[in-house]
């Protein structure tokens, strides 16, 4: 199946930067779609933004400009990078993927989320 580890959260201040890792442990589906969304307390969560297997990438309208995403499909992981970030973008941040089993069938996963805090 999948097993998606996120990392690299933590404590940043206002304009600084961090860069935010998924991989797939398990390393058997095929992994199409990969996303990272964010959740704040009381909030659902939302798309952050979206890579498809060649690359194709798609923004939500706050992270334009200041957040990259990125994949290796060789290694399986996802990247986030975060620059300029504003205390707006304290959040728990979650590695998302739909992955296909050898059957075809298709399945979402969730990373276990790390968390993001800006300070100002």
């Known amino acids: 199946q999948v097993q998606l580890v996120d990392t690299g959260g933590g404590l940043a201040q206002a304009g600084g930067s961090l860069r935010l890792s998924c991989v797939d442990r398990m390393r058997t589906y095929s992994l199409h779609l990969m996303a990272w969304f964010r959740q704040t307390p009381g909030k659902q969560r939302e798309l952050v933004a979206n890579?498809?297997?060649?690359?194709?990438?798609n923004y939500s309208d706050s992270e334009k400009g200041r957040f990259t995403v990125s994949r290796d499909n060789g290694v399986r992981t996802i990247w986030l990078q975060m620059d300029n970030l504003t205390p707006e973008d304290t959040a728990v941040y979650y590695c998302?993927?739909?992955?296909?089993?050898?059957?075809?069938?298709?399945?979402?996963?969730w990373g276990q989320g790390t968390q993001v805090t800006v300070s100002s």
């Open positions: 998302h993927a739909i992955a296909e089993s050898a059957w075809g069938y298709e399945y979402p996963y």
């Open positions: 890579i498809n297997v060649d690359g194709r990438t």
